[in-house]
Nanobody
Framework: QVQLVESGGGLVQAGGSLRLSCAAS????????MGWFRQAPGKERGFVAA????????DYADSVKGRFTISRDNAKNTVYLQMNNLKPEDTAVYYC??????????????????WGQGTQVTVSS
């Protein structure tokens, strides 16, 4: 059974940093695009960042460009999201996901086939 497990969330002050990890088990994900999304209370799940199969191409939501960096280590079957200069509006549950249908990234949530359980990120002002 394939699973994605996020970790690294927590409470941080505005301006601080966190690094989220998404570890996969049960299947090698090195051939597939992966993404990070987030959902704040009362809002729809929104795109944050995505990466293609080998890490050579990446995409970011405008709201996080220059502050967040997505990366992957295929040897460890893990994707990361480095978040710097965090703002209160970044507060949300963060989810990672894998698109088994493509090696190239997409920002469309419906394209992703498997999701993790999410990790809470709270940024205080």
């Amino acid at each position: 059974q394939v699973q994605l497990v996020e970790s690294g969330g927590g409470l941080v002050q505005a301006g601080g940093s966190l690094r989220l990890s998404c570890a996969a088990s049960g299947r090698t994900l090195s051939s597939y695009a992966m993404g990070w999304f987030r959902q704040a209370p009362g809002k729809e799940r929104g795109f944050v960042a995505a990466i293609n199969w080998n890490g050579g191409s990446k995409d970011y939501a405008d709201s996080v460009k220059g502050r967040f960096t997505i990366s992957r280590d295929n040897a460890k079957n893990t994707v990361y999201l480095q978040m710097n200069n965090l703002k209160p509006e970044d507060t949300a549950v963060y989810y990672c996901a894998v698109d088994f249908g493509s090696y190239h990234y997409t920002d469309k949530a419906y394209e992703y086939d498997l999701w993790g359980q999410g990790t809470q990120v709270t940024v205080s002002s």
